[in-house]
């Protein structure tokens, strides 16, 4: 079967819900989205695009538009948080992974631009404050009912709405997201206040006892931003999401060196998120309603990979439903060759959550460690995820 005129509906404009749109467009499906928000921004905060969802992104058309708005990185450093000295430093322009995609950085608000314009340029009507509160199968269509009272019927919906999806629910995974233990702030720093904190090509990530912190240049240099991660025992907070005080940042970080507390005391607005997770379902899709994104597999932000994931799903759902003799066989077929892969590195980005936030004894042989394998065989930590970034599953991978 093919998409062309097939009919889907997306619920959901993030990263994921955006990038599938594109996707069952260019293959020639008639795509309606709705999302809940009014209009869709982009909060203060930066993504890193890596080499395996850039490689989708260029297959859909947007490399140069990606490129000219983001950073691409030349190198990653990881650094102990009270020493100046690398733990390690890869050079990126020195590494490939199997393909020759960037690991490009780049502000939410400017990559949700870009992939909002491209579904507007193919035709796509974008239907904003229309939060579905309710979505049933009555054994022949898909109804999704919204809180202002109207309806929508979907032959194919797919369940692109995120971590707090109603879309699972109504494929029957009732469990609700758990808290993991972690909290992050966010926040993007005028780089004017804090000139060469980074230098417009490097990631840094500072890590120590029970926190670590993620800065990289983003819109030539610009902005800094800025994800600094601390343990905690729970969170109280009622939604997943709040702006706190600069304060409370800084008393978390009090003893990190002065270069970075100069950084905490010009931090302006700042965000404090949950970290949330659950299970990946066992399955995926049921009676025409299929989940990408967060909606399906949220993981912790330490590999930098759920937006790069759903970008994966995005591609790989519509490739497999314009092969495939009907839409059931195609969902099968995408969450067969999705389900073990985002197992895999939601299980690395767990671990390397315990690897920056080791204390005591276990921090220090990590960073002996880091720093032997750096020195001595720095193609170890080069080619550590190629694996991962290597992937590019719109080439087929
Ligand atoms: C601190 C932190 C740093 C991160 N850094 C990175 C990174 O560098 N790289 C990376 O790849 N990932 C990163 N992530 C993860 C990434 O942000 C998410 O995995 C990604 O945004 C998920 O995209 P999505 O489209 O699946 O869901 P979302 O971005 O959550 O989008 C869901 C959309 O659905 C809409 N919606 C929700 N419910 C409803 C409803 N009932 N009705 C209608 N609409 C609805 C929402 O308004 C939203 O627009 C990070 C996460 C955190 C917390």
């Excluded at 343990?231 to 978390?252: C, F, H, I, P, T």
Aim: with cysteine; proline share 3%; glycine share 8%.
């Amino acid at each position: 079967m093919s998409l062309k005129n097939e009919s889907v509906t997306i619920l959901g404009a993030g990263i994921g819900g955006l990038t599938a749109a594109i996707c069952l467009l260019q293959r020639g499906a008639r795509v309606t989205i709705f999302d809940q928000a009014k209009k869709i921004e982009g909060f203060g905060a930066g993504i890193q695009l890596s080499p395996n969802g850039f490689g989708v992104m260029s297959s859909l058309g947007l490399a140069s538009e990606l490129i000219a708005k983001g950073n691409i990185l030349e190198f990653i450093n990881v650094q102990n948080f009270k020493d100046s000295t690398f733990s390690s430093r890869v050079n990126l322009m020195r590494v490939t992974h199997g393909n020759n995609n960037p690991h490009l950085v780049i502000h939410r608000s400017d990559f949700i631009h870009i992939l909002i314009k491209k579904v507007l340029d193919l035709g796509a009507k974008i239907n904003f404050g229309k939060k579905a509160s309710h979505i049933n199968y009555n054994n022949k269509e898909i109804e999704i009912f919204f809180s202002d009272q109207s309806k929508h019927i979907a032959k194919l919906l797919v369940g692109a709405d995120g971590i707090h999806s109603i879309a699972r629910k109504s494929i029957g995974y009732n469990k609700p997201p758990k808290f993991m233990g972690k909290v992050a702030w966010r926040t993007v720093i005028e780089s004017k206040f804090v000139p060469l904190f980074d230098l417009p090509s490097e990631a840094t990530i500072r890590f120590g006892p029970n926190r670590h912190m993620v800065t990289y240049p983003m819109q030539n240099g610009k902005l800094v931003n800025l994800v600094a991660v601390e343990k905690r025992n729970e969170w109280v907070a009622e939604g997943w999401n709040y702006s706190d005080k600069r304060e409370s940042l800084e008393q978390s970080f009090k003893n990190w060196p002065v270069n970075v507390l100069k950084l905490l005391s010009v931090v302006e607005d700042v965000k404090l998120w949950g970290l949330f997770s659950h299970e990946i379902p066992a399955k995926w899709h049921s009676c025409g309603i299929v989940l990408i994104g967060d909606a399906c597999h949220p993981m912790v932000p330490f590999l930098g990979q759920g937006a790069n994931m759903a970008i994966e799903d995005a591609w790989v759902l519509g490739e497999e439903l314009d092969n495939s003799v009907n839409f059931n066989d195609g969902l099968k077929k995408y969450q067969a060759r999705r389900i073990n892969r985002v197992k895999k590195v939601s299980r690395a980005s767990l671990a390397n959550g315990d690897i920056y936030h080791a204390d005591g004894v276990k921090a220090k042989i990590i960073d002996i460690g880091l720093k032997a394998s750096f020195k001595l065989k720095p193609s170890f930590i080069q080619s550590k995820y190629d694996w991962l970034y290597g992937v590019d599953v719109s080439r087929g991978d």
